[in-house]
């Protein structure tokens, strides 16, 4: 159960990341979930760093670094991967 429920915030994250970045995004499904998943990984663990918890609870501090996270790891995509010149 814990890998499918990482899919699923992943894929909410995701989704959330790419609603608050400007612009077209060309992905897919499986990519905005990667991109989700990734950015609760970066996120979530920094920000349970600057807070001082436990990584291992859910917090709404972590939500929001993980979705900050993907925002982030969106950015540098864009940059990294952008078909303008």
């Known amino acids: 159960m814990g890998l499918c429920s990482w899919i699923v915030f992943g894929l909410v994250v995701g989704v959330i990341a790419r609603f608050i970045m400007p612009g077209q995004q060309n992905m897919g499904l499986i990519r905005t979930t990667l991109l989700g998943v990734g950015g ?3 996120g979530g663990f920094l920000a349970a760093l600057i807070r001082g918890g436990n990584w291992r609870t859910p ?12 925002v982030v790891l ?6 990294l991967f952008s078909k303008r010149r």
């Open 40 to 42: 609760s990984f970066v």
């Open 59 to 70: 917090s709404p501090a972590g939500f929001l670094g993980a979705i900050l996270g993907a």
């Open 74 to 79: 969106l950015a540098i995509a864009e940059t």
